[in-house]
């Protein structure tokens, strides 16, 4: 799972028009969707954005697909020294109300995995978030440059 061990340098996301688009469902925002490039060698990839409760209600991402991929999973990330351990978030994400969460490297993030084809730099990522009470909601994923992987990394 080398796509997530990268430099911190390039954990910020898109720049430009991909960093502004914003998709509302209801209460719940979602800004600046974005992916890294896959890499050949890895059929996975990684999902990321800032997610926002507006509402007055509590909410949770439960769950997360994509035409591009068999599976999508919500991940979490821990860092122990220069080690990452990833997991799944099986309950998903809670949103209670008025919070925003952002989804990064090293951090939180979707897992899509068993990619049909490599992400390319410049493409888009349709992904389908089911969230508890909003329901579904439609993004796409601006696929970005991968940044440096192994030692540089480091």
Do not use: C
């Amino acid at each position: 799972m080398s796509w997530f061990n990268r430099s911190r340098d390039t954990s910020e996301g898109p720049k430009g028009p991909a960093a502004a688009r914003s998709f509302v469902l209801g209460s719940i925002e979602v800004v600046g969707p974005w992916a890294r490039a896959s890499l050949s060698t890895t059929a996975e990839g990684g999902g990321f954005f800032t997610l926002t409760n507006k509402g007055v209600a509590p909410d949770r991402l439960i769950a997360a697909s994509s035409p591009v991929a068999e599976r999508v999973e919500i991940h979490a990330i821990t860092v122990v020294g220069d080690e990452l351990r990833m997991r799944e978030r099986e309950g998903g994400l809670a949103l209670p109300p008025d919070t925003t969460l952002t989804l990064k490297p090293r951090g939180y993030h979707l897992l899509l995995t068993g990619l049909k084809a490599p992400l390319e730099p410049g493409s888009q990522a349709p992904v389908t978030l089911a969230f508890e009470n909003a329901g579904k909601m439609d993004i796409e994923l601006a696929v970005e440059a991968p940044g440096p992987v192994g030692p540089q990394a480091l």
